[in-house]
Nanobody, 121 residues
């Protein structure tokens, strides 16, 4: 069994920063690709970025503002969010897949419960 638990969401002003964490049970995160997704009300779930070891990739909408990192000893991945915009408001999810590169939510087999990020103007 695998459990993923996100934390770190909250309310932040536009231009501010927030760091999300995803703690994973089981095998270390470097054995899998860990992805970040977000979903705003009325919208499809959207790929944000993913990490597998030193391989990290991002959606164009967040590139240059968001940074993904991992702590293998803690089985934890992070999403550092800088220069936040109101359009970043969404529930943010972490997820796991065995695929090396995957941007489709359907490719991920385990999901966290999500954490709300709200960016005010």
């Amino acid at each position: 069994q695998v459990q993923l638990v996100e934390s770190g969401g909250g309310l932040v002003q536009a231009g501010g920063s927030l760091r999300l964490s995803c703690a994973a049970s089981g095998r270390t995160f470097s054995s899998y690709t860990m992805g970040w997704f977000r979903q705003a009300p009325g919208k499809e779930r959207e790929f944000v970025g993913a990490i597998r070891g030193v391989y990290i990739y991002y959606a164009d909408s967040v590139k240059g503002r968001f940074t993904i990192s991992g702590d293998n000893a803690k089985n934890t991945v992070y999403l550092q969010m800088n220069s936040l915009k109101p359009e970043d408001t969404a529930v943010y999810y972490c997820a796991r897949t065995t695929y090396v590169r995957a941007v489709d939510p359907g490719s991920y087999d385990y999901w966290g419960q999500g954490t709300q990020v709200t960016v005010s103007s």
